[in-house]
C-alpha cells in the first residue's frame, strides 16, 4: 500500500484531470468511506451530524459565488441535509443526479440569458444599483428574473470595467461611450461565455466536478486537510513537495485575449532542448494518444492538469508563433529538478556578511525512503556560505506550505547538538518522541528565520522547535496553524481510476508538549504584513481541528535565552522610523476596512464603476512604485561556488540577478539583518 507522510501547502486550489471514462462515483464513495473509516486519525461517525456538516460544504462548494442556483433549487436540496449519512451507508449514489443536473441546467439557462442580451440596448445611466456584501452573505436568487437581473448588471459592470482600462481620462471616455461601448461588448460577451464554457467543462465535466466537489466535502468534514485525490490531483501534489518532477519544461498562462500562452520554458527541460517552443507562444491544442484538449474557452488550471497527468508521457503541442505560423511539436516527459524548490545560498552584506536561504518548501525524494530533499540541500548551501566567513543566517519560509516530516526534522537536527525535535501522537492516542538522529550541528552563529501567515505544517514544525531550544529568532507574520500529519492511500490498490486519499492520520506538537494547531508560531518579533487580519489562517476553515497538548517525556534543554525584549524594541523603533513598514501599514489599513470588510454600493454609471476601480488599482500602484523605487542598503552576492556554476548557464544567470535583486531590496530581509547585527553587538 502507498504510503507518502507529507504535508499540505495552505492555499488550496482546483487541480483537474481527464479521463476517456468517469470513474464510479458509487465506488469511491464507499471506498473512501471506508478507508477514512480505517485510517483517519479522528474519523466522525456517520450520523445525522455528518450529514448537516458534509451539506453545508457541498453546496457551499457546488455555487461558490451563488450566481447559478435559485431558492428553489435550495429547497429541493435541503431535503438531503440530513440524509446524506443514510445515502453513504446504504451504497445510494442516485442522489448524486439531481445535483448534477441542476447545475447543468442552470449554467445553460445562464448562457442563454447573457446571449439574449447580445443585441438589447444595456442601461448605463445609474438606474440599477451594484451592491457588495462583505459583511454578511449574500442569498441565492429568488427566481428566474432575480438570476436574469444580476446578469445584466454584471454584463454592465463587466464592460464599463473594460472601458476604464482603456483610458485615463473618464471624460473622454463618458464622451465617447456609445462608439467605444459597442467595440469592446462583443469582446466582454465572449469572455463571459468562454468562463461558462470552462465551468462547464471543469474537471473534465459538469458531472466529474460535481462527485470530486462532493468527495471532497465528506472528506474536509473530518478536517481541512483531508482530500480526495483523483490521479492528476495526486501527481501534481507530490510534484509541489517533491525534488523532481517529470514534465515537458513548459509553462502556461493566459492573455488578456483569453489565449492559453507559453510563459515560460525552463532551461534543460524536454521544450528547452527542442528549441521549436518560446515564450509568448499560442497553444491551440494538447494531444496524447486518444486524448485531445482544444484551448478554445479552457481554463489553465486544465492545461496544467493534462501536462502534469502521468498517462501523458508524450504530447504533440499544436502552436502558433509570433509570426502566425502553426507548428506541431512532439515531446516526451523528462526528468528534472523541480524549479519551485531550487535552493541556493546567497550572502547579504552591510558591515559584514550573512548568509540568506529561502526554504520554498520541505521537498524530498519519493522515489527512495531514503532520498536526499530540502535538509541536504540547505546542508550544502551552509557549507558553501561558511566559506564566505559568515557571522549570522536568514532562514526564509514565508510562504512555505510544508511538505515532508522527515526533512523537517533533518533540518531541525542539523541546528541542535542532541534532543527531542518533535512529539507525534497517533490515532490511539500513544505518543513518540522524535529525537534528533545525528550528534553535532552544522552551524552555530546567530539564526533569524522570517515567516508570514502562509508558513505552515513542515515549516511550522521547524520553526518553533528552533524557538523552543532558544536557536533563533522568529519574525514575521503568525504561521497558518496546522499541526496535522497526511499520508496518500489509494482508495482501491487494484483500481488506479477510482483515485486517492490524503488522510490525517497523526498529530504532530512542540517538543514543550503545545501544538500550532489553529495557534501557529507566535514570531518573537511581529513584522507588519499587507495579509493582516484576513483570516487565511486554518482556525477561520470549516471543521478546522482544536487546539491541544500532550505529556513531555523527553525534556529538552534549550540553550541561553536571547534577549528578546531588547532586541524587540530595537526592531520596533526601527520600524516604526521606516516609511517602508509604514506604508505596508497603511495598504494593510486601507485593504481590510475598505475593500475585504466593508459593504459597497453604487449607482451602475461608468463614472461610479470607473472612480471605484481606479481607487483600488492606484492604491496597489502607489504601494508598489514604491517598493519598485526603494532601494535597499544590502549588498548581495553569490557563494563562489555559485558564481563557478553560473559560468557555464546565461539562463540560470539572468534568473540568479533577477533573484539577488529581489532579495536585496526586500525591507524584510533588511530587518532581519539588522537584528542579526544587534544581536552581534551585544555579543
Known sequence: MIRIFCLISTCFFSLLAFSQ???????????????????????????????????????????????????????????????????????????????????????????????????????????????????????????????????????????????SEEDSLVDRLEKNLKTLEAEVRPKVFEKMLCKLDEMENAEGSIERFTTETFLNSFTNYQDPNTNFFNNTDKTMFENSVSTSMMTFGVYTDKNDEGEIVVSYVTPGSAAYFDGTIEEGDVVRSLSSGASIVETTCISNEEITAFLSDNNHSKVTFRIKKKDGAIKQVNLSKKADKAVENLIRGYVVEKEFPVGYINIPSFYTDFESPNGLGVANDVAKEIYKLKKENIQGLIIDLRFNGGGSMKEASDLSGMFIDRGPVSILKYKD???????????????????????????????????????????????????????????????????????????TTDMFYRVTGQSNQSRGVIPDIIF??????????????????????????VPHKPKRKIPIKFLKEKSEYRMSMDEGFQKIKDLNKELVNNYIKRDTSYSLTLRNVYSHLSGYNLLWRDFFTYFEERKGVLTVKNTASTEELLQYNDDEKKINAFSMDEIGNDIFIEEAFNIISDINEIK
Open 429 to 503: 492516542g500513544e505518543t513518540y518522541t522524535i529525537r534528533d538522529a545525528n550528534r553535532g550541528t552544522v552551524f552555530n552563529k546567530p539564526i533569524v528565520i522570517i515567516q508570514n501567515g502562509y508558513s505552515a505544517s513542515a515549516s511550522e514544525f521547524f520553526a518553533s522547535l528552533m524557538q523552543d531550544y532558544n536557536r533563533a529568532i522568529i519574525v514575521g507574520a503568525i504561521s497558518y496553524g496546522k499541526s496535522s500529519m497526511q499520508a496518500i492511500f489509494p482508495l482501491n490498490e487494484e483500481k488506479e481510476e477510482l483515485g486517492y486519499c490524503k488522510i
Open 21 to 163: 471514462s468517469e470513474p464510479s462515483f458509487c465506488e469511491q464513495m464507499n471506498a473512501l468511506k471506508t478507508l477514512v473509516e480505517s485510517q483517519h486519525f479522528n474519523p466522525k461517525p456517520l450520523n445525522d451530524e455528518l450529514s448537516s456538516g458534509v451539506y453545508k460544504l457541498f453546496i457551499k462548494r457546488l455555487d461558490e459565488d451563488k450566481v447559478f442556483l435559485t431558492d428553489a433549487d435550495i429547497a429541493v436540496f435541503r431535503k438531503d441535509s440530513l440524509k446524506l449519512d443514510d445515502y453513504i451507508r446504504d451504497n445510494n449514489c442516485d442522489f448524486i443526479q439531481k445535483y448534477i443536473k441542476t447545475l447543468r441546467e442552470r449554467i445553460a439557462e445562464t448562457k442563454q440569458v447573457l446571449d439574449s442580451y447580445r443585441n438589447t440596448k444595456l442601461d448605463y445611466s445609474g438606474i440599477d444599483t451594484l451592491k457588495y456584501y462583505r459583511t454578511k452573505e449574500s442569498g441565492y436568487f429568488d427566481d428566474t428574473a432575480a438570476m436574469k437581473k444580476y446578469w445584466s448588471k454584471r454584463l454592465r459592470f463587466e464592460i464599463l470595467s473594460k472601458l
Open 528 to 553: 507588519p504584513s499587507m495579509y493582516d487580519g484576513l483570516d487565511t489562517s486554518e482556525k477561520h476553515i470549516d471543521f478546522a481541528l482544536p487546539n491541544d497538548s500532550v505529556a513531555v517525556t
